[in-house]
């Protein structure tokens, strides 16, 4: 077999890239470890910035976006009992961000690329990569009980924190940058009407809670959690009672429950991998970096990498290989400045089990001083609804 580009993964990375490659008629397949309806199970984001739903309108893939999305203007910040209110709109002068689930966004592109009749093979349980040091990479692979070699020019990593293209990189060849967060998220769905028009991030004594959406019947909530926590030790009503403790009298006053459609823990870290190429294979979103979700910055920095990806490999096939060479330095550019405001936002929001009385002061005035204070929020603003794309220009 034969194609022009590999893509590992069929999260939103690989989909997306395989999309905007497709447009600019550049072979591409797409091979997944998991079953389609085990990427579609995954419940994770819930917030896209505009240079992420611009991007999936250039992909052809914002219909339902567009029908079904809910643009936000503002997000809460709650603490001392008090939600303050953050006018993400004014503030950027008139940017905004969407809610629209991560799991809409894979379908929305699992069904152009089954429209497109588009290469795409499930459940590869052993997908391999060779010769990406050279000018003829090969990816080897069971398919259809069969095994299969893969020529093509390019390998796209686009196969998350656990998959195997970064793992294949030579050690030495890469620089790791980790922190791991004494805490995780407990997270549920339900259908359940949202208890506030807008998200409202708290910072409580007993920990960090979230309340976001996935539409105006469907909620989506989540608490701090210890590291040792599991699924069992969550019951509906444990997890309801908790996030009430949480909020304000007013908010929680308004809480609507009901039965968890999907529950799930995650840890949390910030982490990136040194260059993001090599040669001819390309790493893309949690393949080379992962944040805390606090910042609703993950599913965007996949796109944001995409966003280089696309462009650089459609210069090469034009005969300019130029941008393939800036590809690493400028998704890092943007994937760092987004690791230090997830970094800062868990900081800020998070309480933290070794944390001093003199630590919960300092935290306690950081939100204070960032509430009154119109450049603290701006600065907050525009690092939210997301920092431009890095042009020709700036480098
Ligand atoms: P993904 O991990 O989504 O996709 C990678 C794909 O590659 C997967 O389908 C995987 O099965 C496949 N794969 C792995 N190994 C392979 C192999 N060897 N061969 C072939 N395929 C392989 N971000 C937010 O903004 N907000 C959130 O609330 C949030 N919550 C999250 C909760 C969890 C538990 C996790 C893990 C992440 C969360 N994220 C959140 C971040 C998440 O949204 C990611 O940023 C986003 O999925 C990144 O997309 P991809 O880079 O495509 O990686
Ligand atoms: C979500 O809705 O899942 C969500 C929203 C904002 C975040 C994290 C998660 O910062």
Known sequence: MRTQVVIIGAGPSGLLLGQLLHREGIDNIVLELRSKDYVLGRIRAGVLEQVAVDLLGHAGVDARLKAEGLPHHGIELGFDGRRHRVDLHRLTGGKQVMVYGQTEVTRDLMDAREAAGLPTAYSVPDVSIHGFDTNHP???????????????????????????????????????????????????????????????????????????????????????????????????????????????????????????????????????????????????????????????????????????????????????????????????????????????????????????????????????YLVHSEAAMTALAENYVGLPFETQADR
């Open 138 to 368: 090969v990816v080897r692979c069971t398919l259809d009980g069969k095994p299969v070699e893969i020529a093509c020019d390019f390998i796209a990593g686009c196969d998350g924190f656990h998959g195997v293209s970064r793992a294949s990189v030579p050690p030495e060849a890469l620089s790791h940058f980790e922190r791991v967060y004494p805490f995780g998220w407990m997270g549920l769905l339900a259908d359940t009407p949202p208890v506030s028009e807008e998200l409202i991030y708290v910072n409580h004594p007993r920990g960090f809670a979230l309340c976001s959406m996935r539409s105006k019947t469907r909620s989506r909530y989540y608490v701090q959690c210890s590291l040792d926590d599991r699924i069992e030790d969550w019951s509906d009503d444990r997890f309801w009672d908790e996030l009430r403790s949480r909020l304000d009298e007013r908010t929680a006053a308004r809480l609507v429950t009901g039965p968890s459609i999907e529950k799930s823990i995650a840890p949390l870290r910030s982490f990136v991998a040194e260059p993001m190429r090599f040669g001819r294979l390309l790493l893309a979103g949690d393949a080379a970096h992962i944040v805390p979700p606090t910042g609703a910055k993950g599913l965007n920095l996949a796109a944001s990498d995409v966003n280089y990806l696309w462009q650089a490999l459609a210069s090469h096939y034009r005969g300019a290989s130029a941008e393939l060479g800036h590809y690493s330095d400028r998704c890092l550019s943007r994937v760092w400045k987004a690791e230090r405001f997830s970094w800062w936002m868990t900081s800020l929001l998070h309480r933290f089990p070794d944390s001093t009385a003199f630590d919960q002061r300092v935290q306690h005035a950081e939100l204070d």
